[in-house]
């Protein structure tokens, strides 16, 4: 191999590995999302839960 054919290579791996550090930040960033999309999910159902336990059962029997 010549000296271009070992430079090259390593521009080739280096490039690589730049890659996978950019897929592997975008991959926690969407977990990240995730798991706040997830505890609002959670507070929110915990908010509708109590708001109808505190209304005597969530429904009216006027007609």
């Known amino acids: 191999m010549d000296i271009g ?6 521009v080739l791996m280096q490039s690589a590995q730049t890659q996978q550090g950019i897929s ?19 507070q929110s159902a915990q908010t509708a839960a109590q708001t ?7 429904f009216s029997v006027y007609a």
Do not use: E, F, R
């Open 5 to 10: 054919s070992i430079a090259g290579t390593a």
């Open 24 to 42: 592997t930040a975008l991959i926690k960033m969407a977990a990240n999302q995730q798991d706040q999309m997830a505890t609002m999910l959670a």
């Open 52 to 58: 109808v336990a505190g209304s005597g059962g969530g």
